[in-house]
């Protein structure tokens, strides 16, 4: 077990930041020594999921990672279910629009539509983000109860170090409305607005987020394009069978200040 777990810390070394690595770098980054790792990336390469560059010499994630991770994205239909509303609200806002999903104390992006052309935001598939200031981390906290939501908060925070905690206070409408809108709270100059898809029990599944940066939408605007996703998130979460929850009052902002 322990050579299972080593062999997932080394995978997790390759990130979009650091794509590729030499053995020596792999070998200080994980505190082994070079002959145990350069054995173990030889393994990892015979199991296609590492695989070395013929001109660089250096180390990457193998095709075999993608037919992993195709087999996991495979289990989200909520993929499948929310490709017309995505498309729908791209063309609606001209802004990059993503569904998320939550991993322990993060979310994680499973799939993003971007605008053609110009200014705007990107994301990444599997590209991941604080739970406690993400417009889509805020609809998760708001629905978990006091003590769990101040260990995931600590945690995330931890996790990402420097960025804003959340005001308390917005919890109860953001649930209430079921959904958020953040002004620069985990990215500088970008705004997001996000919105619950739900399950069978009505509990929070995934979130459909539109980001854009920040001077392209005033804040009166922010609050009323969450209203938008709300919309199509609703109709997201009917047709996978899931249950809404009553409407509220509006929807909630949070800003950096």
């Keep these: 077990m322990k050579t299972v777990r080593t062999a997932a810390q080394l995978l997790r070394q390759f990130t979009v930041a650091a794509p590729e690595h030499g ?3 792999l070998a200080r980054l994980m505190d082994l020594d070079k002959t145990s790792t350069y054995r173990l990336v030889r393994s990892l390469c015979e199991a296609n999921l590492v695989e070395q560059d013929p001109l660089t010499k250096r180390y990457r994630l193998g095709f075999g990672v993608l037919d992993l991770a195709a087999v996991r994205l495979a289990q989200f239909g909520v993929i499948e279910a929310a490709n017309e509303a995505m498309h729908r609200l ?23 539509l971007e605008p053609r052309g110009g200014m705007r935001v ?16 805020l609809l ?13 908060i600590a945690c995330s925070m931890a996790r990402h170090p420097g960025l804003p905690a959340p005001d308390p206070g917005l919890f109860d409408r953001i649930r209430d409305e079921g959904c958020a809108a953040t002004l620069s709270t985990n990215v500088p100059d970008v705004s997001a607005a996000a919105a619950a898809i739900r399950d069978r ?16 939408i005033e804040p009166e605007a922010l609050w009323q394009r969450a209203h938008e996703v709300r919309a199509e998130a609703a109709a997201i979460t009917k047709a996978m069978g899931g249950r809404l929850p009553p409407p509220g009052p509006r929807a909630t902002m949070i800003s950096a200040g």
């Design 90 to 112: 791209r063309e609606a806002t001209g802004e990059t629009v993503a569904v998320m999903a939550r991993d322990g104390f993060e979310i994680v992006c499973l799939q993003a």
């Design 201 to 216: 029990d009505g509990a929070i599944a995934h979130s459909l987020v539109v980001s854009c940066p920040r001077p392209r």
């Design 23 to 25: 053995v020596t770098d």
């Design 122 to 137: 990107s994301f990444v598939i599997g590209e991941r983000g604080p739970l406690h200031c993400t417009a889509s981390g």
């Design 140 to 152: 998760w906290l708001s629905e978990m109860a006091d003590r769990e939501r101040d260990v995931a």
